[in-house]
């Protein structure tokens, strides 16, 4: 058996997976196999490259055999620099890392990889040399090290111990045997002529292919290291820490999840409907393929009529803080509460996957609340006076001698809100910038639906109720998705 202790003295641990831009802050855990053979690569070269065949016969080992690890507790962070650009102006730039728990040690553990004295004495010799392990900035020791502790992250094919509820599934790279590689370069030749850039990323020389630069695989059109190859793992799952504190009180019922969308641009807010509508897409689909339907809470249907009537179950609401008119916040807000089991599907579900628009627009999702209603974010506040954020629309059809005044106070009595004292309507919307946003702007009509609402036009409101209501406040056709949105008006 083959053991390597990699100590991180900082306690972070920095590294971007492959095929993913810095600024999504991810972070690639554990330490893959191809990163593990592209340091030892490194330090053999600041060495002098001594000893080319017995080097050679240790890198074919390690790739002979995929590792297993032990890992400890990891919790995601970054944090952020604004660099500076030509003409004066800044960049965001995004630093994800891992902090990593008190233990600060990795291990990669080979059981089945046993070298020779001189092979042994020769990686030894390579490990002191390494200083760092993914980015410049994760410093580490390595060191070859007896007795390993039980490993705890196993590849797709030796995961005997995987508990769902405890382990995540994660592709990570790995070098191709050199055998494989040789029958891939002559596949390769055989079904095409390779250009001169493509050339210069596949050596025919496996270990030449293990030191080929990022830059000369991206110039030569090539999505992946020719002399590599993806594997699945199955690691502990890498939690933030509110989720952990969740799973330790697993009877508490939390009514709010918000999560902050990363990547620019951002979703506009006239397009809230759009994405009111694929976020509770996205929700659903975190119980698809598990055997576990989604809760009524979430759907909305088999719940009690009266439950129904107050408006109970789930709300996928698009939010806009700063009145910029992007949307750069997302809030699931469940008024009954959802059990911390199915809280934990749909937060894994999310950050793993993301959150995209089915027109276009990709965003990273990072969990920033997850309790009750957060009542120092204004849309959660009490207030006597509201405005519109979105456009309400009727949903019922005007009757004789009814306005449209009439219906909107009916909807609040309904709903058991306060008295309302004042209605107006709004012509426009007004943005921090200045600009304008009429009720055309908007997204009004469900793609998920046929059904022709009873109202196409809508409108903005500013209501003032007889005493103080508690936010999230959403009125009319939609508003479980990003229409009829209210926020408190200044006094």
């Not at 590689?181 to 292919?209: H, N």
Request: charged fraction near 25%; include cysteine.
């Amino acid at each position: 058996m083959l053991a390597i202790r990699f100590r991180f003295p900082a306690g972070r641990y920095h590294a971007t997976p492959w095929g993913r831009g810095v600024n999504e802050a991810a972070s690639e855990w554990p330490p893959s196999p191809w990163r593990i053979a592209r340091a030892l690569v490194s330090c053999w070269a600041r060495e002098g490259m001594p000893e080319h065949n017995r080097f050679l016969a240790l890198l074919g080992k390690l790739a002979g055999q995929l590792p297993c690890y032990y890992l400890p507790e990891a919790v995601p962070a970054e944090t952020r620099h604004y660099m500076p650009v030509a003409g004066g102006k800044t960049s965001l730039v995004l630093d994800g890392f891992l902090a990593l728990g008190a233990a600060r040690e990795a291990w990669a553990i080979w059981p089945g990889v046993s070298l020779e004295p001189e092979e042994k004495a020769l990686l030894e010799r390579l490990l002191v040399r390494l200083g760092y392990l993914g980015r410049a900035e994760s410093w580490a020791e390595a060191a070859l090290a007896d007795d390993p502790p039980e490993p705890n992250c196993w590849p797709e094919g030796d995961a005997d111990f995987v508990n769902e509820g405890e382990h995540e599934p994660v592709d990570l790279l790995a070098p191709r045997l050199p055998e494989d590689y040789a029958r891939f370069c002559e596949e390769i030749a055989r079904a095409r002529r390779l250009k001169k850039k493509e050339k210069a990323a596949l050596p025919k020389d496996w270990l030449e292919a293990l030191m080929v630069e990022t830059r000369e695989v991206q110039q030569g059109g090539w999505n992946l290291p020719p002399a590599a190859r993806w594997v699945q793992y199955w690691r502990p799952i890498v939690d933030a820490p509110i989720m952990r504190t969740m799973l330790k009180h697993p009877d508490w019922a939390a009514t709010t999840a918000i999560f902050a969308l990363r990547g620019k641009p951002l979703p506009q807010l006239v397009r809230a409907l759009r994405v009111g509508e694929a976020f509770r897409a996205a929700v659903l689909a975190c119980f698809k393929g598990s055997g576990q339907a989604a809760p009524p809470e979430l759907t909305g249907h088999e719940l009690d009529k009266d439950d129904y009537a107050r408006h109970a179950h789930a709300s996928f609401l698009p939010l806009d803080l700063d009145g910029d008119g992007r949307v750069e916040r997302l809030v699931l807000h469940i008024p009954c509460g959802l059990s911390t089991r199915h809280w934990d599907r749909i937060v894994r579900g999310l950050l793993q996957r993301g959150f995209h628009l089915p027109e276009g627009g990709e965003w990273r999702l990072e969990l920033e609340h997850l309790g009750d209603a957060p009542a120092a974010i204004p849309f959660f506040a009490r207030a006597r006076r509201w405005r519109s954020l979105t456009p309400r629309l009727r949903s019922l059809h005007i009757k004789k001698n009814r306005t449209e005044e009439d219906l909107l106070r009916q909807e609040c009595t309904k709903r058991g809100l306060p008295e309302l004292v004042d209605v107006r309507r709004m012509p426009f919307v007004l943005l921090s910038s200045g600009r304008r946003l009429r009720v055309v702007d908007f997204a009004r009509t469900r793609v998920r639906s046929r059904k022709r609402p009873p109202d196409v036009h809508g409108a903005f409101w500013e209501l003032e109720f007889a005493g103080e209501v508690t936010g999230p406040l959403c009125l009319g056709f939609a508003s479980h998705m990003g229409l009829g949105i209210f926020v408190p008006a200044e006094e």
